[in-house]
């Protein structure tokens, strides 16, 4: 039997052509009320004969816990006649003639409508969860111009919008044009390797665009004229391209980082910060911030708490990056290319690129631009999931080789070992380019998996999970201190054997948790970071399985009725207190 799951991080696919739910408008007209552009004469948003609620609510799918909190934090109510008077006024149509819901994403709903005069545009809400309220939609905004117009990339144009729900819509919105082609993903299959090759290229081109922008500090882009108590330190200079109206500064991070898992609710510095060792710090900062108010650790990479497995403590956890601030400012690259202030589309997959259908080398638009920010590239550059692949990656720029066996091997293994070389090659030929274009970022790649890189990325996870693999490493770094930070200056940690020994137990359990958790995930068929999403279609199905899945992992890993108890307890597949 076959059934669906989202992947764990689905895209935000606003421009999907699919309709969930077509609404046809009446002709009965009325004037706009709007005052966001003036309209075309005669321009009207007909009264709505739907059931509005459906827009309101998440429709894509359920949950198999805690279904209520998933809704409410996806719930949006605001008032559907006046989107489509603002988009009359956008488009200088007279009125919308039809709106569609799209596909619903993790962070937003989105509505195709469709104009009188024939004109498409996507009209995107965020949704609670999405991050603080006027800042995600006001820098996803000022973002999209950014790079569409300063640094020549292509994304959407918007039209209009709003980062407050003080006005007739009665919600944060932004209105813009609908993505011409098609998207990536629909073609990918029968794109050639050389379209892909130029693809990549293409891609490359657009970050070194994000490399060569001089921004003056970590955060996120805005319109200066949407910051309060704004610094002329924070002003992006543009080359003159910009003006009094649209000029743009750096504000607070929209980083999901700062406000998933409870984090939004902490009082810290969101920026913007004008140096690494701020910036490293308050992402620190953060995590205490978390451990004070917090006693669930949400989003464990493995089972906890169960029998003889890590029981994670918020006594450890401090412990942990107690230790990490010890060192925290000493391990920071000391390359300038490493940690400079670099925007970053952390999310460049298929469904995110658009193209021609007729010619797929030639990019249309780039989406998925909220939560965008500005970072060092070590924290957050990363090889496009594009070009990701399932197999090994190899090691160095030697050319590629089919297997020696290649001769003996059946027709179809012989065309899965091309098309496994192919990709390795297309992932390499990404990397070369890099090293040719960006070489900052080749070396930011690399570093992001070094011992000093990694330290630096795991600290700011630790209130959640990581505390355990972040004092292993800490230990590491202790031990070859010298060799890390090429100095004589002595290492500020301390491990004692019994230190030593804790470590070693408590990784171990942790590690059985990750793949008790693995195998879990696999017997369900679900995915890492699986929250219990499924489609309507597949509710049922998915229910009656999780409850055959627990079953039998009780028989198998509960020796008495004490770890039974014990491990009802830890199973995360069931509704938890909400942070």
């Known amino acids: 039997m076959s059934f669906f799951v989202r992947s764990a991080f689905n895209s935000q696919t606003y421009l999907a052509n699919t309709t969930i739910l077509p609404l046809r408008m009446n002709r009965l007209r009325q004037r706009l009320s709007s005052t966001s552009r003036p309209a075309a004469a005669g321009a009207s948003a007909p009264p709505v004969d739907c059931d509005v609620e459906k827009f309101y609510s998440y429709t894509s799918g359920r949950w198999l816990w805690n ?54 545009i996507i009209a995107k809400l965020p ?3 999405a991050g603080r309220s006027h800042y995600t939609t006001a820098s996803e ?25 003080d006005n007739p819509v009665a919600a944060e919105y932004i209105l813009m044009e609908r993505s011409r082609g098609v998207e990536l993903g629909k073609i990918w299959d029968e794109v050639s390797w050389e379209d ?50 649209k000029s743009f500064a750096i504000g607070p991070t929209t980083n999901r980082a700062f406000f998933d898992d409870g984090r939004d609710s902490v009082e810290v510095n969101r920026g913007p910060w004008p140096s690494l060792e701020e910036y490293i710090f308050s992402r620190a900062d953060r995590e205490f ?33 107690q230790n990490y601030m010890k060192v925290a400012s000493r391990i920071l690259a000391n390359d300038p290319g490493l940690s400079k202030a670099v925007l970053w589309h952390s999310d460049l997959h298929a469904d ?16 998925d631009w909220q939560a965008v920010n500005v970072s060092p590239p070590f924290l957050q550059a990363r090889h496009p999931s594009l070009i990701n692949f399932e ?101 500020p940690l301390t491990f004692s054997a019994n230190d030593r020994t804790q470590q070693a137990e408590l990784q171990a359990k942790w590690s059985e948790g990750v793949e008790l958790m693995h195998d879990l995930l696999t017997d369900i068929g679900a995915y890492q970071g699986w929250d219990g999403w499924v489609n309507h279609d597949n509710y049922e199905i998915y229910k009656e399985r999780l409850a055959r899945c627990r079953e039998e992992f009780f028989n198998r890993h509960a020796a008495t009725e004490g770890e039974k108890r014990q491990w009802a307890q830890a199973w995360p597949f069931e509704d938890k207190p909400d942070l």
């Open 391 to 491: 197999g090994p990656i190899p090691e160095g720029f030697d050319p590629i080789l089919l297997p020696d066996n290649f001769e003996q091997l059946s027709k179809e293994e012989q065309q899965q070992a091309k098309n496994l070389r192919a990709a390795q090659s297309i992932y390499k030929l990404y990397e070369i380019q890099m090293l040719g274009e960006c070489p900052e970022i080749a070396r930011a790649l690399r570093y992001r998996e070094s011992l000093l890189g990694q330290i630096t990325g795991i600290a700011s996870s630790v209130a959640s999970d990581g505390e355990v693999i972040l004092q292993g490493m800490l230990i590491q770094l202790h031990d070859n201190w010298s060799e890390c930070i090429g100095s004589s200056t002595p290492c």
């Open 289 to 321: 911030a978390c451990l004070d108010k917090f006693s669930t650790y949400p989003s464990q990479q493995g089972l906890t708490n169960g029998p003889h497995l890590y029981h994670p403590t918020k006594t450890f956890k401090l412990e942990v990056l």
């Open 196 to 245: 892909r090759l130029q693809i990549v290229e293409s891609l490359v081109s657009y970050e070194k665009a994000f490399v060569s922008a001089n921004l003056p500090m970590y955060g996120s882009i805005y319109y200066a004229k949407d910051l309060k108590n704004l610094k002329s330190s924070q002003l992006v200079q543009t080359g003159g391209l910009d003006n009094q109206e």
């Open 127 to 129: 949704i609670p969860n």
């Open 67 to 120: 279904e209520k909190q998933q809704f409410e934090r996806r719930y949006v109510k605001f008032n559907l006649p006046e989107l489509l008077n603002v988009a009359a006024r956008a488009t200088g149509a007279r009125r919308c003639v039809e709106v569609q819901k799209l596909p619903e994403g993790n962070f937003s709903k989105a509505f195709l409508i469709t104009m009188d005069d024939g004109q498409q």
């Open 352 to 367: 995110n690129i658009f193209v021609d259908p007729n010619q797929p080398t030639k990019i249309l638009d780039i989406i």
């Open 141 to 165: 905004a000022a973002t999209m111009d950014y790079v569409r117009n300063i640094l020549q990339i292509p994304a959407p144009n918007v039209l209009a919008w709003s980062s407050s729900r």
